[in-house]
């Protein structure tokens, strides 16, 4: 069974950093494709970045492009979200999130962590 699990969420002041973490378990992962969700309060829910687990290739959302960097870590079965430059806009709840390849949708997520970036 697929677990994921996110961590490193806060609070922080406009124009910080925050690394936040997904640990993956429950089987190989080589081929997935991880992403990285976000939804504030009374909005849906909308993409932020994805980061294939073989390769490390990327793509981001337009609104996070230069600010946002996610990375893996295959050893440790964790895909990170580090977010620099961070902006009030940025408040929400972050999701990691897992698919097979990149022609199914995320059958796993996790359960979020909670962004806050104070003005």
């Known amino acids: 069974q697929v677990q994921l699990v996110e961590s490193g969420g806060g609070l922080v002041q406009a124009g910080g950093s925050l690394r936040l973490a997904c640990a993956a378990s429950g089987r190989t992962f080589s081929n997935y494709q991880m992403g990285w969700f976000r939804q504030a309060p009374g909005k849906e829910r909308e993409f932020v970045a994805t980061?294939?687990?073989?390769?490390?290739?990327?793509t981001y959302a337009d609104s996070v492009k230069d600010r946002f960097t996610a990375s893996r870590d295959n050893a440790k079965n964790t895909v990170y979200l580090q977010m620099n430059s961070l902006e009030p806009a940025d408040t929400a709840v972050y999701y990691c999130a897992a698919r097979r390849n990149v022609l199914e949708r995320f059958d796993y997520w996790g359960q979020g962590t909670q962004v806050t970036v104070s003005s």
């Open positions: 980061i294939m687990w073989s390769g490390g290739s990327t």
